[in-house]
């Protein structure tokens, strides 16, 4: 284990957090108020006390922390606080004093660019070369990094992205001068702006959101009342939402950053707010290349502090992006020299990239590099070794029966050193596969015959697979559609309720409860002979198999870290839940999440056909089950990650496990209020 302290030292509280470095999490946290103005020596003896509290609570001696990290408000400039008004601090030497107290590697940093780090290296630029952090809070604060180094400027006060003036001679800002974006995008702008607004439109929705009450007026009311479609409300949000596409236009335009991340209260509003800003910023970014640059929610909300100061120890680790995918990529076997990587696909495990390499003739080369999630698969070796050994046999049968294995299978790029995979000096694991040139994926059924033809894809891949030996392979995740642990792990987490996010979520454990017996159906049906153990893949989503971009058909089944022994059914229910319906996995709106019974039908005709006769009358009669119980299943792990804080599966926006969770949710009520027909479509084509 790797722990280490972050400090989120505030002008009103000071925040602790024990943070484990390998399962990203924050373990445990104390707070105290900051009384502040206090010397520098006496609020040093408090953080040392509290670290030493927490280290006693989990068990741990203080020299097993790798470092103690701390974000402060003020400039900070090589670990001395240059001043700080909200502490009454000038030239503290923070750092020296803490080290002293602690006795462990001390690094201090500016609290928003210590929160613009926590996005950097765990939150939305993960694994990338840069990312701006734009925060709208009381005030507008920012962060730059760059190659995993804060830029603090040659004075400690970069990045003051809220004062980049937007407006010339416009609003006044306290800071002195006119025009800041601060003074139109922070929270305290918005609500004033608001007001004033409000003011002359006396009709306005706002006032009733308001409850009459001017002083209620908070940045969620505008939001709200445009949702409505309120004019007042509406013009104020199309101008809050333009200064702010501004002032990320310019960003964009000079820095040119891998991501945009945008945080504090006012990103709370989610894509509602991020939409209509992305559009409005590709529309007045210069030149044409900016899709590239992704614009997202922050991760961290409360905990980015902690988190960001936390990861300050890795600074002196982290090295361009861009030379460490060269570094990788040089050691496989590849066609030419290293171009670009660049994020690819929608995976929520994995770390995905298109490579490009470009060889001695000037011809470009394409693959797709992983970096396996070591987090939830702990032997990547094994894993790569049935990854091989399953793809060599399926491309052996695909050429005996006259198909291009190029095409219609996974080819894994060797290593120099002649091993299936590299690993870093992180000790990550990286595989090289080639990229199936002219192929596509797809996250929703766009039309109909995808559906068909990826439940060919997947009945196939199953029949191709039905006689490799099960024994041989190695179980990359124990347990893995194992519903009746799974509902375990969610009352687990119920009961750690880590995040503190219970309250909300009573309704859906509740829902979870009520079909713990539910839960054991498949497993029972094989302990009784009637459902039995097969090499599946487990991971059959849409966004699995690859589509020939010109003639539309279905390719190639890929992502096959999960294949294991386990029950058909789920293979197909693990697609219908995905598929079989008329929205995204993670959409939010309910009202917009409905089982769709045609695309239903048209998988069942296309696993029977694919399988070619191997599915017995068992499976047959399971197969509704098994769409069920994947669904459910896949529900209660999207809310138990929601419950856990969120550690397992990749989020781009806060609360976006628990709508993955509502929305399957709202999938198994479907189905089972769909179960007899679901049962005599299956009849038809069996
Ligand atoms: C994960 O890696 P990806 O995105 O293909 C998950 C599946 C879930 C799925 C939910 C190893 O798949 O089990 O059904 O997300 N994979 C693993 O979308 O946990
Ligand atoms: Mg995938």
Excluded at 31 to 54: H, V
Excluded at 343 to 364: A, C, M, Q, S, W
Excluded at 410 to 416: E, G, M, P, S
Excluded at 475 to 485: A, L, R, Y
Aim: glycine share 10%; net charge negative.
């Amino acid at each position: 284990m790797k722990y280490c302290i972050g400090v989120d030292l505030g002008g009103t509280n000071i925040a602790v957090g024990l943070v484990d470095l390998d399962s990203k999490r924050i373990l445990d946290k104390v707070s105290i108020k900051t009384n502040a103005p206090r010397p520098c020596r006496a609020i040093s003896q408090d953080i040392a006390g509290l670290c030493r509290q927490l280290c006693d609570r989990r068990g741990i001696k203080m020299r097993e922390l790798s470092w103690i990290g701390i974000a402060t408000p003020g400039v900070v400039k090589d670990g001395v606080v240059v001043s700080a008004s909200n502490l009454g601090w000038t030239n503290e030497p923070f750092a020296d004093i803490a080290r002293e107290l602690t006795k462990r590697p001390i690094f201090v940093a500016n609290d928003a660019n210590a929160a613009a780090y926590a996005e950097a290296i765990w939150g939305s630029g993960a694994g990338e070369a840069s990312l701006i952090a734009i925060t709208l809070g009381t005030g507008v604060g920012g962060g730059i990094v760059v190659d995993g180094q804060i830029w603090e400027g040659i004075n400690g006060f970069a990045a003051e992205i809220g004062h980049m003036v937007v407006e010339a001679g416009g609003r006044q800002c306290s800071c002195g001068r006119r025009g800041c974006l601060e003074a139109y995008c922070s929270a305290s702008a918005l609500v004033k702006e608001t007001k004033r607004v409000m003011n002359l439109y006396p009709d306005s929705l706002m006032w009733r959101i308001a409850d009459g009450n001017i002083d209620k007026v908070s940045g969620v009311t505008p939001f709200r009342a445009q949702k409505e479609g309120d004019f007042a409300a509406t013009m104020v949000v199309a101008d809050y939402i333009n200064y702010l596409a501004i002032g990320v236009a310019n960003v964009v335009n000079m820095f040119q950053p891998a991501v945009v991340c945008i945080g504090g209260g006012i990103s709370g509003e989610g894509e509602n707010l991020m939409n209509p800003l992305r559009d409005r910023i590709k529309r007045i970014s210069f030149g044409t290349d900016s899709s590239r640059i992704r614009v997202e929610v922050a991760k961290y909300r409360n905990d980015a502090g902690i988190i960001g100061a936390g990861l300050l120890g890795m600074m002196k680790e982290q090295k361009s992006m861009k030379s460490m995918m060269e570094l990788i990529i040089e050691k496989f076997a590849v066609n030419g020299n290293f171009v670009s990587a660049v994020p690819y696909g929608n995976g929520h495990i994995n770390d995905t990239r298109l490579v490009r390499t470009k060889d001695g003739d000037g011809e470009f080369h394409e693959y797709v590099l992983q970096r396996i999630n070591k987090n939830v698969f702990r032997e990547p070796a094994k894993l790569m070794e049935n990854y091989v050994r399953v793809t060599e046999f399926l491309r052996k049968k695909i050429k005996a029966a006259g198909g291009d294995p190029e095409r219609e299978a996974v080819n894994v790029v060797k290593a120099l050193d002649g091993k299936d995979y590299v690993v870093d000096k992180n000790g990550d694991y990286w595989r090289l596969i080639l990229f199936v040139t002219d192929s596509v994926c797809y996250d929703k059924v766009e039309r109909p015959e995808q559906f068909y033809d990826s439940a060919v894809a997947f009945g196939n891949f199953q029949y191709l697979l039905s006689d490799y030996p099960a024994d041989t392979l190695y179980e990359t995740i124990v347990n893995f559609h194992n519903t009746p642990d799974r509902y375990r792990q969610l009352m687990e987490a119920v009961e750690n309720d880590l995040s503190g996010r219970l309250g909300e979520v009573s309704a859906e454990v509740e829902f979870a409860k009520s079909r713990e017996e539910f839960a054991g159906t498949l497993e029972r049906a094989h302990a009784e002979g009637k459902l039995p153990l097969k090499v599946t893949h487990n991971d059959t989503k849409l966004n699995n198999v690859l589509f020939d971009k010109d003639t539309g058909k279905g390719l190639c089944v890929i992502d096959l870290d999960t294949i294991m022994p386990g029950y058909s059914v789920n293979d197909f229910g693990d697609s219908i839940r995905f598929g079989a319906t008329t929205a995204a996995e993670d959409e939010a709106d309910l009202t917009k999440v409905n089982f769709d019974i045609n695309l239903y039908e048209l998988y069942v005709k296309g696993f029977v056909e694919g399988a070619k006769g191997g599915l017995s009358d068992g499976e047959l009669e399971l197969l509704p089950i098994g769409a069920i119980m994947m669904t459910f299943e896949c529900g209660m792990r999207f809310l138990a990650d929601y419950l856990n804080g969120d550690t397992y599966f990749k989020t781009h926006r806060p609360g976006q496990n628990l709508d993955r969770a509502r929305n399957q949710f709202k999938l198994v009520s479907d189905m089972e209020a769909h179960l007899a027909e679901m049962q005599a479509i299956v009849k038809k084509y069996s």
